[in-house]
């Protein structure tokens, strides 16, 4: 599977937006881009996922950028509540035959403030 | 809909024990998986059950761990004995499967701490 790399932080201040970078350089045609994030205790939360096009969902916005090597995840109004790690993971189409196993790295912590 | 459901939330025991989790998929969902953390490391992938059957147990460390799907509904993973390295976070989670239906929902996780 493709390799992302992460900064290890960054913060935000509550209300503004929230734009997380992801590099993936080694991005394969068939390979989606999934974002989860990881709230303290809790199991890994799905938000997002994208192949080329930008995405939009309730949670947040993906963008990916034409040459697909990078993408950034837009939280639109940061809460307190969204301070977390947020993982970027590659994973190829299961239409491929590939295992379907998400790889996560060390993600980025995003710490939100008042 | 419930999500994945996993128990118990917490377990301690002690080395050479046997500890049994428990992981409930979201109803329908024929793809299960299991996930730990161990202590100061990322997430590693153990298994992954399509149905009842094991389609990959690649990243299961050693014999001591037994996962089964008995009915392909709700799955156990036994640690047999524990040993201290195996302390720390075990997650689930489940996808419903199919074409473009990969995505995966995690539960709260079961946390072990093997004295």
């Known amino acids: 599977d493709a390799k992302t790399t992460q900064p290890p932080s960054m913060d935000c201040a509550e209300g503004r937006a929230a734009n997380l970078p992801c590099n993936h350089s080694?991005?394969?045609?068939?390979?989606?881009v999934y974002w989860y994030r990881q709230i303290h205790s809790q199991g890994p939360q799905y938000i997002i996922h994208?192949?080329?096009n930008n995405e939009t969902n309730e949670m947040a916005s993906l963008i990916i950028t034409e040459d697909r090597k990078s993408s950034t995840l837009i939280l639109p109004h940061a809460t307190l509540r969204d301070t977390a790690v947020y993982y970027c993971i590659v994973r190829p189409s299961i239409l491929t035959g590939a295992n379907s196993k998400l790889t996560f790295g060390k993600g980025i912590t995003l710490s939100v403030r008042p | 809909e419930a999500g994945v459901t996993q128990f118990p939330s917490h377990s301690v025991i002690e080395k050479g024990q046997t500890v049994t989790l428990r992981c409930d998929p979201i109803?329908?969902?024929?793809?299960l998986y299991w996930y730990r953390r161990v202590m100061g490391k990322e997430i590693k992938f153990l298994l992954h059950?399509?149905?009842?059957?094991?389609?990959?147990e690649s990243g299961m460390p050693n014999n001591r761990f037994l996962a089964e799907r008995t009915g392909g509904t709700y799955s156990t993973l036994k640690v047999q004995p524990a040993e201290l390295e195996d302390s720390g976070v075990y997650f689930c989670a489940s996808s419903l499967g199919g074409l473009a239906k990969e995505t995966q929902y995690f539960g709260p996780g079961t946390r072990l701490l093997v004295l």
């Open positions: 994208g192949l080329k």
């Open positions: 059950f399509v149905k009842e059957s094991k389609q990959d």
């Open positions: 109803s329908g969902h024929d793809n």
């Open positions: 080694t991005i394969s045609g068939n390979e989606y």
